[in-house]
């Protein structure tokens, strides 16, 4: 991995043909202090957002001591990357035998479930294990999100109560997990989530040791720019507060986009114009799954030094010979861009670089550290619509 000052700098200097990943440890830093200092509770890293073992020291370094994983594969790398980490196994349905090897050979003792089945499976799997920390997730509305997460997971109101009592039986720490929807664009989200975990602990009446609020914290795009993270860990420490649960409960959350969406960007250069269509060489099936498949906007920048003159809005498409390798934007960038010109596709550490495959031979295989700021920061209170000038400020 080579390091530069910028991705301009890069690009001046290596006139890259294939596209680069760049990576930014200061700003994965950053987030990671931010959430272990502000807030109230614990925080586990959701590895699916950015698997990245580079990554996964980055955070530990910075205090992130837990991990949400989802796969035996995840369990297996972070157990081999972070020998010390705990590891929480918070997929709802797992294989018995991934249970087994998690439990077994990989100390894993907190597990999700959301029916009677998953429960059952974890006793078998762990032979009737003492240990355990079980967090019954419960369906909540994702309403409030871009991503909804609310058809797949999650018992049922109906259910919780009798899945609820089961489970303490079972465990050592009972908890209740919930997911509000990724890209969660107000607290709102949470506190509405946290009535409903109330209605759960009172119906139950059952003594709960964890509330884990889940992910959903939100990082900044175009069109989509939150309010500061600092409000959403007020309304769900308030929420939290008020639950009927002892003074010992233990508070959880469990953000993958919010620890890691600054930690990367992506730098591609184009290769045809098309009136008011750039065909550049990552797409749909490389870092821009997100911008193809659900329309997200990614901030983009032109790393050009030359004067940038009005704007006009650009779609892109994919170096695969595929017509769904097309990602609609709008992605403002100069009205002179052309063939040659690299732009800088900010945001992506989180769900980007992570979503890659090598389809049709194309996709960055190159990586850089970079020290420059990321495009967008939730954590330096830069929105995306203040850097686009202070971007082409810095290029001129
Ligand atoms: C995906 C996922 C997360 C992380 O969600 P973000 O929206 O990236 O914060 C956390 N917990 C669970 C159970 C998940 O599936």
Redesign the pocket.
């Known amino acids: 991995m080579h390091e530069h000052h910028s991705a301009l700098g890069l690009v001046r200097d290596l006139k890259p043909v294939e596209p680069v990943t760049l990576v930014r440890p200061h700003a994965a830093r950053r987030a990671a202090r931010f959430f272990a200092d502000h807030f109230p509770g614990k925080t586990l890293y959701?590895v699916?957002?950015n698997p990245s073992s580079d990554l996964l020291r980055v955070l530990w370094d910075s205090g992130v001591t837990h991990y949400?994983v989802?796969s035996i594969a995840e369990v297996r790398l972070v157990a081999r990357t972070l020998p010390e980490a705990v590891l929480c196994f918070?997929?709802p349905v797992k294989a018995e035998e991934a249970i087994s090897e998690a439990y077994w050979k990989h100390g894993v003792r907190t597990f999700?479930l959301d029916t009677m089945d998953e429960l059952e499976k974890i006793v078998r799997a762990t032979e009737g294990a003492s240990d355990l920390n079980l967090l019954v997730?419960i369906r909540v509305s994702s309403d409030h999100s871009k991503?909804s997460?609310a058809a797949k997971f999650g018992a049922e109101p109906d259910d919780v109560a009798e899945l609820l009592v089961a489970a303490r039986q079972a465990s050592d720490a009972l908890g209740i997990?919930f997911?509000v929807?990724?890209?969660a664009m107000t607290p709102h989200a949470y506190s509405s989530a946290l009535e409903r975990v109330r209605a759960a602990i009172v119906e139950a009446s059952v003594t709960v040791d964890i509330v884990d609020v889940?992910?959903?914290?939100p990082s900044s795009y175009p069109g989509m720019e939150p309010p500061p993270l600092a409000t959403y860990f007020d309304v769900i420490h308030r929420g939290f507060e008020s639950l009927p649960i002892s003074y010992s409960a233990e508070l959880w959350c469990?953000?993958?986009?919010?620890l890691c969406a600054e930690y990367s960007s992506l730098i591609v250069r184009v290769e045809k114009r098309r009136g008011d269509e750039l065909y550049i060489n990552d797409g749909a099936y490389g870092a821009l799954f997100d911008a193809a498949h659900v329309g997200w906007r990614f901030p983009v920048a032109l790393l050009r030094e030359s004067e940038a003159g009005s704007m006009t809005a650009f779609s892109f498409y994919g170096p695969t010979c595929d017509d769904l390798d097309h990602m609609a934007g709008p992605f403002l960038l100069p009205d002179d861009i052309d063939a040659g010109d690299y732009i800088e596709i900010g945001m992506l550490g989180?769900?980007g670089c992570a979503m890659r495959t090598r389809f049709n031979g194309f996709g960055a295989e190159d990586v850089a550290v970079v020290s420059d700021e990321p495009m967008v920061s939730l954590y330096t209170g830069q929105t995306a619509s203040e850097k686009r000038s202070a971007t082409v400020t810095k290029l001129y």
């Open positions: 959701a699916k957002a949400d989802a918070m997929h999700s997730r991503l997460l997990c997911h929807g990724s890209q889940g992910g959903g914290f469990e953000p993958g986009r919010a989180a769900y």
